[in-house]
């Protein structure tokens, strides 16, 4: 039996979980509200405090889905208590982060800024000139949108400029050596 999938879900004080109809899980918590479809074979069995998903059969499928599904029901309701972020650096002379309302933008070394806009999910902070952080309820949407950011300019190896995650380690490579005669 899958080792992920059979650990219980612990459902803290504050959240509310239910199965609605076509197999969605819809989970309220203090932080947002969020829904997820999960697959129709998996058992998802939500008692008092506690949420557990089973599989029906041994078939490699149902095996595959299993900790899939666990996975994304546990990352639902950890989003909508703690949250999800996602820490960008910004480096390079002349490279920032500003923020203004709900924009965010970057001057990156492009012939314009580069511009991003919050959404009802994702929050963004920029509490140096240097380092972004993406908040929100769903694990997949801030992952994609602190992607996009990144997209914008990645890290190049000679001189370490550009966008990067905090936990991101670039390998430096030597630049050009002088002509030998």
Do not use: W
Not at 3 to 27: D, L, N, Q, S
Not at 71 to 96: A, D, H, I, P, S
Not at 98 to 127: N, W
Request: aromatic fraction near 4%; proline fraction near 6%.
């Amino acid at each position: 039996m899958s080792r992920i999938g059979r650990a219980p879900i612990t459902v803290p004080e504050g959240v509310e979980i239910e199965m609605r109809e076509g197999h969605v899980v819809h989970v309220k918590g203090p932080k947002g509200e969020l829904e997820q479809r999960v697959p129709e074979r998996m058992i998802v069995d939500i008692r008092a405090g506690e949420v557990r998903v089973s599989r029906p059969t041994d078939a490699k499928d149902d095996r595959c889905k299993h900790g899939l599904t666990r996975t994304l029901v546990n990352n639902m309701v950890v989003g909508v208590t703690e949250q999800f972020r996602k820490r960008l650096e910004v480096n390079g002379v002349g490279y920032r982060a500003a923020k203004s309302g709900k924009t965010l933008t970057l001057t990156i070394g492009k012939s314009h800024p580069v511009t991003f806009s919050e959404t009802d999910e994702i929050k963004v902070e920029v509490p140096t000139p240097n380092e972004i952080v993406v908040i929100g309820c769903d694990k997949q949407k801030v992952g994609e949108f602190a992607a996009n950011i990144r997209k914008q300019r990645p890290v190049e190896p000679y001189k370490g400029k550009g966008i990067k995650y905090d936990y991101e380690h670039v390998r430096r490579k030597e630049g050009k050596t002088g002509s030998k005669k």
